[in-house]
């Protein structure tokens, strides 16, 4: 019989996704928007590098926000960057609640 050796100290424990209160603060503003009609589907997208959370206003089209989480960023104020559905730069911060409450997602609508 061999023995097996268990990695206790692993230093590689890197977190590759939103953390928890990331992830509630992204997910309330889902929630409200859906229950607006304005958003439909979300999706993720993981890779080594970054987590995006992108969002939909119908399931077959491309995404219209992408809420971008960047593991290793080159500058402290790109740690977190909204993208529009032209993948240009909305507005980026080292805070998500600044970068999500900061911006106004609903937009004008002409009233007759």
């Not at 790109?78 to 970068?99: F, G, M, P, V």
């Amino acid at each position: 019989m061999k023995n097996l050796k268990l990695v206790i100290n692993n230093n590689k424990n890197e977190n590759y996704f939103f953390n928890k209160y990331e992830l509630k603060l992204i997910l309330n503003l889902y929630a409200k928007m859906v229950s607006g009609g304005e958003w439909k589907d979300y999706g993720l997208t993981i890779s080594s590098k970054e987590v995006s959370f992108n969002i939909y206003r119908r399931a077959s089209e491309f995404p219209i926000y992408k809420i971008k989480k960047y593991f290793k960023p080159k500058n402290k104020y790109q740690r977190y960057i909204i993208h529009d559905s032209a993948n240009k730069i909305i507005n980026n911060s080292e805070n998500l609640y600044s970068l999500i409450n900061n911006i106004t997602w609903k937009k004008l609508r002409l009233v007759n």
